[in-house]
């Protein structure tokens, strides 16, 4: 029996030597190497010296940040509301449904929609307004980006919120509690692994944006997942390029080790 299930589980080990430590490792070379193969650290040396290598750093985790919480917003009472709702899973999918649609199709989409000759624009000029230049600014990107990562927000913290016991909440309110010190002291701490969750889905993944980048803040946006792209796709320099890989990828892992969720036994004072 356990040799069988061992021969299972040998597609799943090929797929994460081909698909995950190769392409990690073969990254990690070009980092460390120069253009004729020779071992070098000045490829990192030189990022960290270079001021619009930090800058572009910064903008990645400001950009990020900002997604991050703006979902967050957005999402937490969305997701709280959406509890109380009948038909809970016909909302869930037509929350989910937009993750169906291509990346690349939805950026397209609001390029015709926050353009100036968009839909937006059309819209303002009936109150004399415009047109008003909102395609390829930092507003365009946030605002885009925010709306397609909102479903992966939403769905862990409705998962959490959803296991709550109502009895735990109801007690609060019955011991006088308000609605502020219920969320806060109840509601919160009890859905925060969900909403950690949704942040490790949305903070990690804006760090690297770059088709978005590209189509929606032009070339007003620059962020590490932009340089990433212009030094394999244009100046060729493919060792710098995974030079940033791998820092990406540590500023990744940092991320994913500071949101982890770590179970602690509490004290509770009587």
């Keep these: 029996m356990k040799n069988k299930k061992a021969l299972f589980l040998i597609p799943y ?13 073969l990254i990690a070379w070009y980092a460390l190497t120069d253009s004729n193969n020779h071992f070098t650290l000045n490829n990192f040396v030189q990022f960290f010296k270079n001021g619009t290598f930090l800058r572009m750093m910064f903008n990645s985790f400001w950009y990020a940040f900002l997604i991050t919480l703006l979902t967050l917003v957005i999402s937490y009472p969305a997701a709280y509301f959406l509890t109380k709702l009948k038909n809970q899973q016909l ?17 397209y989409a609001f390029i015709g929609i926050l353009g100036n000759d968009g839909l937006v624009n059309k819209f303002l000029r009936l109150f004399g307004i415009g047109p008003v230049n ?8 946030i605002f885009v980006a925010t709306y397609i990562e909102i479903p992966f927000m939403i769905l862990p913290i409705y998962n959490a919120i959803k296991e709550i016991n109502p009895a735990v909440i109801q007690a609060s309110e019955d011991l006088g509690a308000s609605h502020f010190q219920t969320f806060y002291y109840v509601l919160w701490p009890l859905s925060k692994p969900g909403v950690e969750s949704g942040v490790q889905a949305i903070f990690i993944p ?16 620059i962020t590490l997942g932009t ?15 995974a030079t940033i890989g791998v820092i990406l990828i540590i500023l990744m892992i940092i991320v994913m080790l500071l949101t982890g969720t770590k179970k602690k036994k509490r004290k509770v004072n009587l």
């Design 206 to 221: 804006s760090l690297s944006l770059f088709m978005l980048t590209r189509l929606i803040g032009g070339n007003r946006v």
């Design 13 to 25: 080990y090929l797929w994460i030597l081909l698909f995950v430590i190769l392409p990690i490792l």
């Design 134 to 141: 909102l395609l390829f600014t930092d507003f365009a990107f």
């Design 91 to 107: 909302w869930l999918l037509l929350i989910i449904l937009p993750t169906w649609i291509n990346l690349l199709l939805k950026a």
């Design 227 to 241: 340089a990433i792209e212009e030094y394999f796709m244009t100046t060729m320099n493919w060792n710098m390029g």
